[in-house]
């Protein structure tokens, strides 16, 4: 695990290639405290810095490497947990090897099979390979998206747009802030993507929150070169669900058992010790239990039972007998880490828990460089609540559709209140309302919000091409679909991978194996979701390696307790500060933004996810720009 930068000058620039590449990969040292190396080629414009958390091969393994006559050179950010089969299958071909390392087993990989190399990798995965003799540069991202690639044109000294052939600087990193180092490269700020990320509460899809910076989609593989106006893109994988109405549910959860037992011995492969992040849900409660390992790591609020899941996990890692490792985060820690976090998230992602997850991963990387974790049960297995809503036929759906239209219509545009939301979501399709696991702000009320509207797709519009690929396909399943490539990579895994990275500690989650998939998306979906029984198979399989008190407990998320503090006049002061600051004066209509906190603290609307979404930009905008948008962001929090 670890992190690299790259990119590709066609000019022959003014600036020095060391000095660069090295500002680049420092500002992501935080991926790869243990090491770091660079390839340049200055002939051809290219350059590669690789920051290492060694976890494989520790005495060897060093990035970038090269193929053996030196023509394909290679940087990758991940684990391939099939790595030792596929070298001896490599060997076997006729390749030689200098290392014991899984990277380079994707070089030699590359060079046998060239796209169809995925056809072949179980694991997590960013990378990117240089032909020194074409000077094309191919990059590839993982099949869920738990690695990250960002992509970007910087402009070049005779470029008159981001994409005139020959002229553009084609920048790559496993972070954006890297990325921003680059003299080619000015950030501003996309204000499409603020304008989808007040619904999403994250920004969907390829773009980013700065303008010609790009994130690679998972599954997909992208190639450029110089003379090149477009990258060409392909996609080589994608999640399928293809129900199988034969086993029964004992074989599903025989299947289950077996498949992730597989899976959890897979993510284990490493010459360091593995530990678990553990919470009080099923899904890290499963991992743990499974995974054969010595420590646990959890954290909770002091705010009650409700928002501490730590007595739960300690009693869970008495009973499997391993050690757990628990931490109580203060209200002070939360607000005053928050910028960093932030800062290390690159983009604002309106999810509190993140937070959590930065303090839990600091824990963690006390003691050790890797851990399992639970993300992904929910999407692959059906484990959301909201996944009930489609099968919970009512007296209600007996009336016409065009009459329940024109109540959803009416019901929109009522002050919020208990209720309402169920006859709004009955009198549309689910098409148009079901975006995924957050839905924060309207497009009425987004357009009113913000004082220039810039035109982004409506948030049905975004995930619209993730229905159309499942059109054939039941409710519960289509629900499925939009989470695991929205909701899943645009804010669970984003989160999982920059927090975690922050502090120095790579983080697996079994449930996101290609294998478990496969199996999953055979699971017809009345067996997923049955009788308000979430990811009913998995619990299933809990309950033969847990007391039921785990196995079958309610999904909660990761609860933070932003209402409590925003009832609290110091943590508001802080809130309101920022609903009045310059940059909310920029982008915003301040009055609405003080309406939103004003109704919230009298009682009349639990506004609670629309302020903190609003409160997270403007810190991360803060951050990165200050008061001074195009400046060269801070790279030090």
């Known amino acids: 695990m670890c992190g690299f930068v790259g990119y590709l000058d066609p000019q022959q620039p003014s600036y020095d290639h060391q000095a660069t590449i090295k500002a680049m990969a420092d500002t992501i040292a935080h991926r790869g405290p243990d090491d770091e190396s660079y390839f340049i080629d200055e002939a051809g414009g290219y350059a590669a810095g690789f920051r290492r958390l060694s976890i494989i091969d520790l005495e060897g393994g060093r990035q970038p490497m090269t193929n053996e006559d030196g023509m394909l050179v290679s940087v990758l950010n991940g684990e391939i947990y099939n790595y030792q089969a596929l070298r001896e299958e490599l060997k076997a071909a006729g390749h030689t090897f200098k290392t014991h390392a899984d990277s380079e087993v994707v070089l030699h990989g590359y060079e046998q099979w060239g796209t169809d190399l995925f056809d072949h990798l179980r694991g997590m995965f960013a990378f990117a390979i240089y032909n020194t003799r074409t000077r094309e540069i191919f990059v590839a991202r993982d099949f869920f998206g738990i690695k990250p690639l960002y992509w970007a044109w910087g402009r070049g000294s005779d470029a008159e747009s981001p994409v005139d052939p020959g002229a553009p600087v084609f920048l790559f990193a496993s972070e954006i802030k890297a990325i921003l180092q680059h003299p080619a490269f000015e950030a501003r700020l996309n204000e499409r993507a603020l304008e989808s990320y007040l619904s999403f509460q994250y920004s969907p899809g390829p773009e980013t929150f700065f303008q010609n910076c790009y994130k690679l989609t998972p599954g997909h593989w992208m190639r450029w070169m110089p003379g090149m106006a477009q990258p060409e893109m392909g996609r080589y994988w994608k999640p399928v669900f293809t129900e199988d109405d034969q086993p029964t549910l004992d074989n599903w959860v025989d299947g289950v058992e077996a498949t992730m037992d597989d899976s959890i011995a897979a993510h284990k492969i490493a010459d360091v010790e593995v ?90 990387a006390k003691q050790l460089k890797v851990v399992l974790s639970g993300e992904g049960a929910d999407e692959i297995f059906g484990g959301y609540n909201i996944y009930n809503e489609p099968l919970d036929a009512t007296a209600y759906d007996k009336i016409p559709f065009f009459l329940r239209r024109v109540a959803s219509v009416i019901a929109s545009k009522l002050p919020a209140h208990r209720g309402l939301n169920f006859i709004v979501r009955r009198g549309k399709r689910l098409e148009d309302w079901f975006i995924g696991n957050a839905n924060i702000f309207s497009v009425d009320e987004r357009r009113k919000l913000l004082k220039h509207p810039a035109g982004a797709p409506t948030p049905a519009e975004v995930v619209a091409l993730w229905y159309a690929e499942v059109a054939d396909k039941d409710a519960v399943t289509k629900m499925q679909y939009v989470d695991l490539n929205a909701w899943m990579v645009g804010d669970i895994l984003l989160k999982s991978d920059k927090m975690s990275m922050a502090n120095s500690l790579e983080l697996r989650p079994p449930f996101l194996d290609k294998e478990v998939m496969r199996l999953a998306g055979k699971i017809p979906a009345h067996m997923r979701v049955h009788d308000h029984v979430t990811k009913q198979p998995l619990r299933l399989a809990a309950r033969r390696a847990m007391p039921e008190k785990w196995a079958n407990k309610k999904k909660l998320g990761f609860p933070v307790p932003i209402r409590v503090w925003l009832t609290e006049e110091r943590w508001v002061a802080r809130i309101r500060e920022a609903f009045n600051s310059p940059a909310a004066q920029c982008y915003f209509n301040t009055a609405r933004l003080n309406k939103l906190l004003d109704d919230h603290l009298a009682g009349k609307a639990d506004n609670s996810r629309k302020i903190w979404t609003v409160y997270t930009f403007l810190v991360w905008y803060d951050v990165y720009f200050g008061a001074n948008e195009g400046a060269k962001p801070a790279v030090t929090l």
Not at 298 to 317: I, P, Q
Not at 334 to 362: C, I, K, N, T
Request: with cysteine; aromatic share 16%; proline share 3%.
């Open 275 to 364: 530990g678990s992040f553990l919470s009080s849900g099923v899904d890290s409660s499963y991992v743990a239990c499974r995974a054969d390992v010595d420590k646990t790591f959890t954290v909770g609020f002091d705010n009650g039972e409700k928002y501490n899941e730590c007595d739960y996990a300690r009693e869970l890692s008495e009973l499997i007998d391993v050690k757990n490792f628990a931490k109580i985060i203060t209200p002070e820690e939360f607000w005053g880490y928050f910028p960093r976090v932030q800062w290390h998230m690159d983009e604002p992602l309106a999810d509190a828990s993140a937070v959590a997850l930065y303090f839990v991963a600091r824990e963690a």
